[in-house]
């Protein structure tokens, strides 16, 4: 496309960390207006204008986690301390937000231009990351020979925390959190990795309930379920199948969904209309507003009026002052 053509796309932005061009992807919206934001392949990194994430909606994410898959194929480029804001090169600050899901980190512009999250930043902040356990390790090495970095796909030490080039913990990407996250209304047919909150928090198999044993969490030893998988890239493989579904579901949802959603709306009325008859009567109760400005015909009223002495005094004192003395 030339600038002719398209006299508004604007210049690809160029990282703050390390100064390559970084991808400017436009993802669909849970609202209809589409969020754009910038990806920066090698430092593994995600830009947002805004801190806006959770307006991306269920197609949105699952086309995100996918770039950010294939990005990790590229050798990670180091944080450096100057990183900048990509907008202004100003400074960058550690926030640190706290989400239903814990403590979340992302590197904030000091004037507000946006934030920087590493991809584990914002998978964490997402709530699809849990920590791995040694039983997980020692499984891991058994199955895959190595241990996958879930920010940028470098091989973690097999006793390392943390990955040892880009500082990310070393975790696991959470299979039914991630459905649930790319169809939050459970929309689409059923998944095999739906289950509910109660299950999660239980630490059962969501495909079939049986307990798991403490450490497990990769898969149910029971039904054979996958419950955590390491790689980026696998767990894209695994939940893209359901990319069309939950495109058709974005773009009309289906019936029994709009059921729900009115049925929502419908539960919220009389909360609404408790509300608005709420206000309507605290407005009612309130005194009648104090005016600020002086009454100037109060100074010509009848009765004792402390601003009105004050007046015929200055009044006296000019008199006497400017009277001609001779
Ligand atoms: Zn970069
Ligand atoms: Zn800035
Ligand atoms: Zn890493
Ligand atoms: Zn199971």
């Known amino acids: 496309m030339s600038a002719f053509t398209a006299p508004f796309v604007e210049a690809t932005l160029p990282c703050g960390n390390c100064r390559e061009p970084m991808r400017r992807l436009t993802l669909p919206s849970h609202y209809g207006m589409p969020v754009e934001l910038d ?9 947002f204008d805004s801190t806006e994430t959770a307006r991306l909606n269920g197609p949105a994410l699952l086309s995100l986690i996918g770039e950010m898959a294939g990005m990790q194929k590229l050798a990670h480029e180091v944080l450096r301390r100057e990183a900048a804001c990509p907008r202004c090169s100003g400074g960058l600050k550690t926030i640190h937000n706290q989400t239903r899901w814990g403590r979340s980190l992302q590197l904030e512009c000091l004037v507000r231009h946006g934030a920087y999250q590493s991809f584990a930043q914002f998978l964490q902040e997402k709530g699809l990351l849990r920590p791995m356990s040694a039983l ?10 190595r ?8 091989a973690v030490g097999a006793s390392d925390e943390r ?5 990310s913990v070393a975790s696991l990407l959470d299979v039914a959190r991630l459905a649930r996250a790319l169809d939050p209304e459970g ?13 999660q ?12 044993p403490p450490g497990q969490s990769l898969a149910c030893g029971t039904c054979g379920a996958t419950l955590a998988i390491n790689r980026l890239a696998d767990a894209h493989a695994q939940v893209d199948a359901l990319a069309p579904a ?33 206000m309507e009567a605290s407005a009612q109760r309130r005194p009648e507003p104090v005016d600020d400005e002086f009454d100037w015909s109060s100074l010509f009223s009848r009765g004792t009026n402390p601003v009105r002495a004050v007046f015929i005094a200055l009044a006296i004192w000019f008199v006497w002052y400017f009277w001609p003395r001779g």
């Open 163 to 167: 990955c040892a080039y880009c500082q």
């Open 39 to 47: 990806v920066c392949a090698g430092c593994h990194l995600v830009w």
């Open 187 to 199: 929309a689409i047919a059923p998944h095999p990795v739906h289950g509910t909150q109660a299950e």
């Open 201 to 212: 928090a239980a630490l059962q198999c969501v495909a079939c309930g049986a307990a798991l």
């Open 246 to 278: 939950l495109r058709a579901h974005a773009a009309k949802p289906a019936p029994a969904v709009v059921k729900r959603r009115l049925d929502a709306l419908g539960e919220d009325i009389p909360r609404r209309r408790a509300w608005a008859a709420e």
């Open 147 to 154: 241990i996958d970095c879930v920010n940028c796909g470098a």
């Open 136 to 145: 997980d390790r020692a499984r891991l090495i058994e199955q895959n020979g």
